[in-house]
């Protein structure tokens, strides 16, 4: 008895343009009130999301790139804010970068990796000791607990997202 990937590719397809549609609301709301507690919270909150909807179905390319938006969000947090301009501009660019490959997975593309640019610009946190913090390749459980009735609640693996030091 296999999985049926094309289900839960079906149900990654939908949460995920719901997800990327909250990001882009709170970006928005971001371009006016940088301090936006809201906005902030939604932005981490659909970046974890689809990182752990992702690396469940072994989308690897976006698990790591919203991974990396999340780990962004959690320094925005910390702050308080967006810090200025540039990095509103590098949030975006994040979200488009999401766009663009959860376009691949709809059309069934091949998965590329986001522009080592942005990437770079999107480095993972560093952990208590300072070294660098990997998520692994499958953050989430398995695909059928997309379909839990508290598919929206936190991560089943971990509970609340790590917190991390920026």
Partial sequence: MGLDMAKYRRIFL???SDHLAEISRALI???KEMGSVEAIDTIFRMAHSIKSMAASLGYNPVADLSHRMEDR???VR???RVRDPEEL???FRS???LEEMVGAVANEQDLCSADSALLAELPIAADESGTLARHPESVAATPSDLLSPDAGGP???G???KKVRS
Avoid: Q
Wanted: no cysteine; aromatic share 0%; glycine share 12%.
């Fill in 78 to 80: 910390a702050a308080g």
């Fill in 95 to 97: 979200l488009e970068a």
């Fill in 73 to 75: 969000m959690e320094g």
């Fill in 29 to 31: 709301e971001l371009e």
């Fill in 155 to 157: 991560d089943p693996v």
């Fill in 159 to 161: 509970g609340e997202p």
């Fill in 89 to 91: 501009a590098l949030l």
């Fill in 14 to 16: 939908e949460e995920a």
